[in-house]
């Protein structure tokens, strides 16, 4: 199954830029920009706080070089070519508001 994924990213600037924010300020500075424009959509968030407050809270917590270097790999992954060689049947699944893996695949 594949969740809310990407296969690869052409413009790298996003990631950069994620990338020294973090570094510069910390991911509590971006707590607020994750939860509420890519992660959770307003009606979500009002309609279950404590698991926004959860969420944001293992942000919080998360560690500024483990982020980076997730970032790191989304950034640098490739995935177009050896996609087509899975074999076996394949659940995509994406959410109809998913403003960073649209349903539209882009």
Same mark, same amino acid.
């Given at each position: 199954?594949? !969740?809310? &994924?990407?296969?690869?990213?052409? @413009? #790298?600037? /996003?990631?950069?830029?994620?990338?020294?924010?973090?570094?510069?300020?910390?991911?509590?500075?971006?707590?607020?920009?994750?939860?509420?424009?890519?992660?959770?959509?307003?009606?979500?968030?009002?309609?279950?706080?404590?698991?926004?407050? !959860?969420? &944001?809270?293992?942000?919080?917590? @998360? #560690?500024? /070089?483990?982020?980076?270097?997730?970032?790191?790999?989304?950034?640098?992954?490739?995935?177009?070519?050896?996609?087509?060689?899975?074999?076996?049947?394949?659940?995509?699944?994406?959410?109809?508001?998913?403003?960073?893996?649209?349903?539209?695949?882009?």
């Amino acid at each position: 199954m594949l !969740s809310n &994924a990407n296969s690869y990213y052409p @413009d #790298k600037r /996003p990631w950069n830029d994620r990338i020294k924010f973090v570094t510069e300020k910390g991911l509590a500075e971006m707590v607020d920009t994750n939860m509420q424009q890519r992660w959770f959509t307003e009606g979500f968030s009002r309609t279950l706080p404590a698991n926004h407050r !959860s969420h &944001a809270r293992d942000i919080r917590d @998360d #560690k500024v /070089p483990g982020y980076v270097a997730c970032c790191q790999a989304i950034a640098a992954m490739d995935f177009r070519a050896s996609n087509p060689s899975i074999k076996a049947p394949t659940l995509v699944i994406v959410g109809s508001q998913d403003v960073a893996t649209p349903p539209s695949g882009r």
